[in-house]
């Protein structure tokens, strides 16, 4: 015994520490890479041939798994060298650093002649392994039309059956421990369910166990496949902490259950040691979110863990169940009348967990929509928002059967149609889950919400003894109006601006030089420079009589032309706010409907007869007296005698 809880204390030790470390981390942005710029530009028309391609994401990506094609209006295909990628600094980044940081990958371009050209790439999100890509256009003397922002990916068919099959898996494990654990705890009314049967439903959910826990090598072979380096980033990604949390819960919970199932087989009486209840409840809390940490994120990895790991274990605990009573009791329900009443009695005390499964996974549903959800156009006119109203779709005819399952098991009935068709419904939409995992979100520059906050028109610092602040106007490709002013905080100021120079340099590295004009409105200069959206620097340098020059440095965000943006379909408002009031208020009804049946149940509690308070018995006719006597004295002749 001691060397069994010694064990445990050792995986629980694990899980704490697997759950520490992911937790600790830091917030991840996004958690999928989007295109945030290019040079050159999508749609731009260039005088002469560019050297570089730099394309700008919004977090980091796989270097090994980069791949740039491009083409000229002729059909023929360039060859681009020299693959690299570059932070924010511009200098060279780590490529197999797993980061949130955006970061630049840059391609060195032949001598090219005039002509249009089209670029094409791929590559990997380092953070989620997701797929990215995308086309953009430009010119070298030559009009062409821009090939607009990229939209999400929809999943692919081997990432979409691994991530199905890891959540069946995981559904079946942490539903058929919960139902067994219910089983064993159950009480009246109802025949208790048979140790052959519990002990059937525990080997079913160690299936589940076993597939969930050799579907996670098998998804990220399959997302790394093609890519140089494929088993090093293998190694990373199930040695990290999000892939170990999940893979340790789910070893700890298929132990716990192995082992019951084990004792079972020969002392049918056993009961799950408290100990081993612990370990359980631990390793599937680790389960759901690692899980959920190895999805789309909720925000900060607590609330990811917290949100989408309780909409994991509420869709397990439904669905799991479900799957777990039509694969391992059903088929003997059929066969014997005393299997059959079991049943019944079991799904009959499982409702009351059945039903704050469904709220549970509709609140959290809500919650996690928000951030992968932009606008009303992402949701109906991308792969990911499809699958997701398809997937509510599905969910909410899954609960309209299983409303009517309950219905009828009130009526000593046992509805098999009903349980295969809410358990293949259920089934249905754990595939869907496993199609939006593997999906791009829909959110990103494809999907502008109306509203949202442009780029500042104005930037300013201190440097030394001076203060600055710079203005682009109109701040978009072409010819830019660039105005500085410059203030003094000292009185009186120690010497008069002579003169001042701009330094612009651009998202690819070019750099150039301009001498700034005193005008009536203060320092402007005119300046073509400004070709491709981005982040630019403008710096600053300020001459003074009689004291050395100081130079500020801004960063600068000049954003891509509206025309590259998806035009408003339905509607461009957030979906998130919506979502968040009608969370809110789905929680609140949700509460005052539990208060309405805990007082129920305390009412139907405090009856006579419930409690062990049996209601007086009926008189009997010595006690009723005989007629013409006072009932009193009846009761006394009974008593004394």
């Known amino acids: ?138 010119g070298v003397g030559r009009q062409v039309t821009a090939a607009g922002a990229a939209g999400p990916v929809g999943p692919g068919p081997r990432e979409t059956a691994a991530r199905a099959a890891g959540l069946l898996g995981l559904a079946v494990l942490l539903g058929g421990a919960a139902l067994t654990l219910l089983a064993g705890r159950r009480r009246p009314p109802g025949p208790a369910l048979d140790p052959a049967l519990r002990r059937r439903m525990l080997v079913v959910s160690g299936y589940g166990g076993a597939v969930a826990l050799l579907a996670a090598p098998l998804q990220l072979a399959i997302q790394l496949a093609g890519a140089a380096g494929g088993w090093r980033l293998l190694s990373d990604q199930l040695t990290g902490g999000r892939w170990l949390l999940r ?29 081993g209840v612990v ?101 109906l006119g991308t792969p990911y928002g499809l ?21 009828r098991l009130r009526r000593a009935d046992l509805p098999r149609r009903g349980l295969l068709a809410e358990a293949g419904a259920l089934a249905v939409v754990l595939g869907l889950a496993g199609a939006l995992a593997a999906a791009g979100p829909a959110r990103g520059p494809a999907f502008p919400v109306a509203g949202a906050a442009r780029a500042e028109p104005q930037v300013g610092g201190q440097m030394a003894d001076l203060v600055d602040t710079v203005s682009v106007r109109p701040n978009r490709p072409g010819r830019n109006i660039v105005s500085i002013t410059v203030g003094d905080t000292r009185r009186p100021a120690p010497g008069p601006v002579t003169g001042m120079s701009l330094l612009l340099t651009g998202p690819n590295g070019e750099r150039a030089v301009h001498p700034v004009t005193r005008t009536a409105d203060g320092w402007v200069v005119a300046v073509d420079d400004i070709r491709t959206p981005g982040t630019w620097r403008v710096g600053v340098t300020v001459l003074r009589d009689g004291l ?33 009031r009608a969370t809110l208020a789905l929680a609140v009804a949700a509460a005052l409907a539990l208060v309405l049946a805990g007082a129920r149940w305390w009412r139907r509690r405090r009856r006579p007869g419930r409690n062990g308070d049996q209601p007086p018995p009926a008189p009997t006719p010595a006690a009723a007296g005989h007629p013409g006597e006072p009932v009193g004295a009846g009761a006394r002749v009974v008593n004394s005698g």
């Open 1 to 138: 015994m001691n060397a069994v809880r010694r064990r445990f204390g050792r995986l629980l030790a694990a899980l704490a520490v697997a759950g520490l470390t992911v937790l600790a981390g830091p917030a991840p942005a996004q958690a999928h890479a989007y295109l945030a710029s290019s040079a050159p530009a999508d749609g731009a028309v260039l005088d002469r041939a560019p050297e570089t391609l730099t394309l700008a994401f919004t977090e980091h990506v796989e270097l090994s798994a980069a791949r740039v094609a491009l083409v000229d209006g002729d059909g023929r295909h360039w060859a681009v060298t020299g693959l690299a990628l570059r932070g924010e600094d511009g200098e060279p980044a780590a490529a197999d650093a797993d980061t949130e940081e955006p970061v630049s990958l840059v391609a060195g371009l032949p001598a090219l002649p005039p002509n249009t050209y089209h670029v094409s790439w791929r590559t990997l999100s380092s953070d989620d392994l997701h797929t990215t890509s995308g086309t953009l256009v430009f």
């Open 247 to 275: 893979e340790a819960g789910i070893a700890a919970l298929l132990a716990v259950v192995l082992g019951a199932a084990h004792r079972l087989r020969t002392a049918p009486d056993a009961r799950i040691a408290p100990v």
């Open 279 to 379: 370990v359980g409840l631990a390793g599937a809390l680790a389960a759901a979110a690692g899980t959920a940490l190895l999805g789309h994120p909720a925000g900060s990895p607590v609330r990811t863990a917290l949100v989408g790991g309780g909409h994991v274990l509420a869709a397990a605990g439904w669905a799991g169940a479900v799957l777990v009573a039509v694969l391992a009791l059903l088929p003997l329900a059929r066969r014997a009348a005393d299997r059959a009443a079991q049943l019944r009695a079991l799904l009959r005390a499982f409702a009351a967990l059945a039903v704050g499964c469904v709220t549970l996974l509709v609140l959290t549903g809500l919650l996690l929509t928000g951030p992968q959800v932009a606008t009303v156009d992402a949701l």
């Open 387 to 407: 699958l997701l109203v398809a997937k509510a779709g599905v969910a909410g005819f899954a609960g309209l059967l299983g409303l009517r399952t309950a219905r």
């Open 548 to 580: 050395p020059p100081v130079t500020a440095t801004h960063p600068w965000l000049v954003p891509a032309g509206e025309s590259a943006t998806v035009p408003v379909r339905v509607s461009a408002a957030p979906l998130r706010p919506a979502l968040d």
